[in-house]
């Protein structure tokens, strides 16, 4: 079974600083996508950025990328410029072709110091 | 306008009550979706839909039901609800061909 773990709980970064969320992932398939998600405190799951795993270059989304190392299964976000507005938790997920169901890490709570 | 709308937002209720969720996206998505987020903000999925036709039944209290009138519509009726149940409850869609989903706002349930 597919596993996606997230060993940052939580995490604080200076307002106009970088910092980076962590996200590791079991799987067996060849053909799947990742994706972080940020949930604000509205609750609101926003979608942040994708990955599609045959892809080898790493998105990028404005102040934030993805470090995908697909043979390592690691998939890590990189928020640059921290602003007051990034605090929130963010989700990492996992989605294979075959089943369309997202799975979850259990998120990491980013604060934003001013 | 709201492209998937979950209703109520907030739902509090005594124990044993049964209640319904409802979720309506007008997206012309095929495939719709339940997740529950715990108190430990943990998101697991409960069921899918594509097309009215059930796909995905997640090891879930069969007190939860789910129903799909149409492909735009996915409900969720819960029976004897139990102190257990109090969580977000997550409706989302994905369109053919998309690998992403359109999260609704959810409904945060508090079964007192």
């Known amino acids: 079974a597919q596993t996606v773990t997230q060993s940052q709980p939580e995490m604080s970064v200076q307002e106009a600083e970088t910092v980076t969320l962590s996200c590791t992932y079991d799987?067996?398939?060849?053909?799947?996508?990742l994706f972080w998600y940020k949930q604000p405190p509205s609750r609101q799951m926003i979608l942040v950025i994708r990955?599609?795993?045959?892809?080898?270059q790493n998105a990028t989304e404005n102040r934030f990328s993805v470090n995908f190392q697909k043979a390592a299964k690691s998939f890590s976000l990189k928020i640059s410029d921290s602003q007051l507005g990034d605090a929130a938790m963010y989700f990492c997920?996992?989605?294979?072709?075959?089943?369309?169901?997202?799975?979850f890490g259990t998120g990491t709570r980013l604060k934003v110091l001013a | 306008d709201t492209a998937v709308s979950q209703t109520p937002k907030y739902l509090v209720t005594q124990m044993g009550n049964d209640k319904s969720i409802k979720c309506e996206q007008n997206?012309?998505?095929?495939?719709m979706y339940w997740y529950k987020q715990d108190s430990k903000k943990f998101l697991k999925i409960m069921f899918s839909?594509?097309?009215?036709?059930?796909?995905i039944n997640e090891t879930v209290p069969n007190r939860f039901s789910p129903k799909s009138p149409d492909k735009a519509h996915l409900n969720l009726h819960i029976n004897s609800l139990e102190l257990g149940d109090s969580a977000v409850y997550f409706c989302?869609?994905?369109?053919?061909?998309?690998?992403?989903?359109?999260f609704g706002s959810g409904t945060r349930l508090t079964v007192v």
């Open positions: 799987t067996s398939e060849s053909d799947y996508y």
């Open positions: 990955q599609e795993a045959y892809k080898q």
């Open positions: 997206l012309g998505h095929d495939t």
């Open positions: 839909y594509n097309n009215k036709e059930l796909i």
């Open positions: 997920a996992y989605i294979s072709s075959g089943t369309y169901k997202y799975i």
């Open positions: 989302a869609s994905r369109g053919a061909g998309s690998s992403g989903y359109t």
